[in-house]
């Protein structure tokens, strides 16, 4: 059973940072693509940025260049570096998994941590 719990999230002036943390339990092996994923309110959810456990790594254009994505495939975790916050990056963001077994795509989500920016 794989499970995702998200920590990290609270509020903050903008232009300053905050770091999300994730850690997933249960086994996560072969292709596997872990990610942080928003949703603002009214606002459908989106992709902020996501990192495969080969490496591979995407963005959001709205965050390049202010947020980071990490991971460390031995704890099974995956980590948000956000800088330079901006009003709009206002949402509930959520961490994502999803794993590749038996040809096909399996996706596991997080509860979800509130992200406040306002001065």
């Known amino acids: 059973q794989v499970q995702l719990v998200e920590s990290g999230g609270g509020s903050v002036q903008p232009g300053g940072s905050l770091r999300l943390s994730c850690a997933v339990s249960?086994?996560?092996?072969?292709?596997?693509?872990l990610g942080w994923y928003r949703q603002a309110p009214g606002k459908e959810r989106e992709i902020v940025a996501q990192?495969?456990?080969?490496?591979?790594?995407l963005y959001a254009d709205s965050v390049k260049g202010r947020f980071a994505i990490s991971r460390d495939n031995a704890k099974g975790t995956v980590s948000l570096e956000m800088n330079s916050l901006k009003p709009e990056d206002r949402a509930i963001y959520y961490c994502?998994?999803?794993?590749?077994?038996?040809?096909?795509?399996?996706?596991?989500w997080g509860q979800g941590t509130q992200v406040t920016v306002s001065s």
């Open positions: 994502n998994l999803r794993l590749f077994r038996g040809a096909r795509w399996y996706g596991y």
């Open positions: 249960g086994s996560i092996t072969g292709l596997n693509i």
């Open positions: 990192k495969s456990n080969d490496g591979t790594t």
